[in-house]
């Protein structure tokens, strides 16, 4: 059974020291979804630039 909540990074993209720690609801998988767990996590330098607003393929990243 998965925990009920989930620690997390969060990122506005606007700089590595506003990265927040932070805690969430663990989403609950649906139909041919499922919930994997991540034990450990590293940040690469693609990673950098999308925390930074750098980067601008990231999904997350409107382009309208």
Do not use: C
């Not at 990673?47 to 930074?52: G, H, S, Y």
């Amino acid at each position: 059974m998965a925990p009920k909540t989930s620690r997390q990074w969060v990122t506005a993209q606007d700089g590595l020291d506003n990265l927040r720690f932070s805690t969430a609801d663990t989403p609950e998988p649906k139909e041919g979804e499922v919930l994997v767990k991540i034990n450990t996590v590293a940040l690469n330098y693609r990673d950098t630039e999308v925390v930074m607003g750098l980067y601008g393929h990231h999904k997350s990243v409107s382009h309208a």
